[in-house]
């Protein structure tokens, strides 16, 4: 799988608002697609869990967070936005797979 998209400018080469927008645009896109493919994912690791604890999985959640804050500063990111995009992330995955484990209807 290929999730690195071809945009068409980096952004100092765009001439007008019009072109970031854009730009802006095709990301937000394929940030949703990789949402909809980790959603996915999400969804199946159920299966291999077992009670409330397994489903929160505190250690994994702060090794997670931990990793993801290194990527982003390894990336140029500022770690605090982004250990706050995935705590979020997490805690909606953790409602989800709950919702999965007591067999209510997920769509």
């Not at 697609?33 to 994994?60: D, N, P, T």
């Not at 500063?73 to 007591?102: A, C, H, T, W």
């Amino acid at each position: 799988m290929q999730f690195i998209m071809k945009l068409e400018k980096k952004p100092e080469a765009c001439e007008n608002i019009s072109e970031i927008r854009n730009a802006l645009d095709e990301i937000d896109l394929e940030i949703i697609h990789l949402f909809s493919i980790r959603h996915s994912y999400i969804k199946e690791i159920v299966k291999f869990k077992s009670g409330s604890e397994g489903i929160v999985a505190s250690e994994r959640k702060e090794q997670v967070l931990l990793q993801r804050k290194e990527w982003a500063e390894k990336s140029g990111m500022d770690p605090g936005f982004v250990e706050d995009v995935f705590r979020l992330l997490i805690e909606k995955n953790i409602q989800l797979q709950f919702d999965i484990y007591n067999n209510k209807t997920i769509d």
